[in-house]
């Protein structure tokens, strides 16, 4: 009599199989491939042990395994992953999304919060997005906002020592901070305006434009977790992540209107009468030095697309070409982030300043490893 392979036998021999082939955790690997091929959740499966296994279950459960035994990242396997808010489709020829990028997008949203959007008012302000890393990203704000309360003091002291009469204002405006809480604490220049403060912030809509977009990530999560309030344009070279690309912005609910997806190199499809007009440049280009490349982990360096990878010999030639275009993409100290390779961030942050660019600094991520340079536009 033949056996009878049900959830819990299948499950049992993935996970030996996967296990002896080097998996790292194999149970999960099991769990999600099951999820994959029954279309069930992971409590279900867990509720429907017994419950035998189709002949086409059977045989997507061999495929799927054989696929990770060669090394495939689960991600191609199962079609799709998880990115903050979102989950995303994902296919073979187009890089599969980071942890660290999370943090990007967490680092973009805090600038467009405070410096673009505004304070919003208590019915319309939506809850953080709660990450595994948010303590470590809150320790990052306030050390960010003492910084820039002493650099406001001691502006506000050198004002006074060049004789501002005591009636006079200080043209110096305070600096702008990364927290919220914070922002909405120190005086605002007032707005001329008829509009209530909320009014007015609730009616501004940022601009942001993501260059290499792949699956769209970067762009959609902006636009889910800040619904009608963040216009992006996306732009990628390769055909076959922009059309991934649209396919995740339909399946993440988001009109095109605010995730505009076009093909093309770098900036090159940026419109001439939108030079200047984005508040946020945000990348994660290609930036693993092509020395470094060969001794990247199997299942990356032989499944994802090299184009999205290989950086060039210092990691930094994509890099180099956005930031000679940042100036007249951005508007006037309009942010410009990029995820890079750890051991290129000092240089980045060197190229940066040589251009012009003004407070520029390096961001750690998640294991606190340099990995993000932010700077901003010159201010006219």
Sequence with gaps: MDEVWTIKRCMEWTEGFLGRCGE??????????????????????????????????????????????SGEP????????????????CERGVLIPRPETEMLVEVVLEHLDCEVLGPLRPSSRRDRVELPWNAEVEEARREEAERLRAQ??????????????????????????????????????????????????????????????????????????????VKCVATDIDAHAVDLARRNRERCGVAPEFVDIREGDLTAPVAADELGTFDVLVSNPPYIPSRVMPTLPPEVRDFEPSLALDGGDDGLSVFRRLLA??????CPGGLFACELFEDALDAAAGLCRAAGMEDVRVVSDLARRPRFVLARAPRV
């Design 74 to 89: 689960l991600q191609y396997i199962l079609g799709e992953t998880s990115f903050r808010t979102i989950d995303v489709t």
């Design 325 to 330: 275009a940042a100036p007249r993409m951005l």
């Design 152 to 229: 406001h003091e001691l502006q506000t002291e050198s004002d006074d020592a060049v004789g501002l009469g005591a009636g006079e204002e200080s043209p110096q405006e305070p600096p702008a901070v990364h927290d919220a809480a914070v922002a909405a604490d120190m005086q605002q220049a007032p707005r001329p305006s008829v509009e209530t403060e909320g009014d007015a912030a609730e009616s501004q809509v940022a601009r942001v434009l993501e260059v290499g977009c792949g699956t769209g990530c970067i762009s959609l999560s902006l636009a889910v977790e800040r619904p009608g309030r």
């Design 24 to 69: 790292e955790r194999p149970r999960l690997a099991a769990e999600w491939l099951l999820g994959m091929a029954t279309g069930l959740k992971r409590i279900e499966l867990y509720m429907n042990m017994d419950r035998p296994l189709s002949s086409e279950e059977l045989a997507t459960m061999h495929q799927a395994a054989v696929r990770r035994r």
